[in-house]
């Protein structure tokens, strides 16, 4: 991993979002192949779930997209009910345990769980 602290968007696969959203090729279509295991979240789809929350709030609060991203409004557009819904089911799926989510577990492996947690829950209260 590049990129690795207890932040919505400190690792490889926020970074990697943020630059499909700025230039234009994302769709919630192409993430869903992070979510395919209904039983267990990968790495990868555990930063996205959480990447995204995140930006669903800024967004939605009018607020530029991060890392020099610049301006939220075509994302702010695709987040109809449904999608934030959507995003919310990943983002607890992400958070609900070792067995569930490989990114609570390597969190809990590094000793600090804890503090990423409380990073996740506070964005997802607010979602």
């Known amino acids: 991993m590049g990129a690795w602290e207890t932040g919505a968007f400190d690792n490889d696969g926020a970074g990697d979002l943020i630059v499909a959203i700025t230039e234009g090729y994302f769709t919630f279509e192409s993430v869903a192949w992070a979510f395919e295991d209904e039983d267990y979240v990968e790495v990868d789809g555990g930063q996205i779930a959480l990447a995204l929350a995140e930006l669903a709030v800024r967004s ?13 409004a ?54």
């Open 60 to 72: 939605r609060a009018g607020e530029p997209l991060p890392l020099g991203g610049g301006d939220s």
């Open 74 to 127: 075509p994302f702010a557009a695709l987040l109809t009910p449904e999608r934030i819904e959507w995003i919310r089911t990943q983002a607890t799926r992400t958070l609900a345990g070792a067995e569930a989510s490989e990114l609570y577990e390597l969190w809990e492996e590094a000793g600090e769980l804890e503090g990423w947690l409380a990073d996740a829950r506070a964005t997802l209260a607010k979602l």
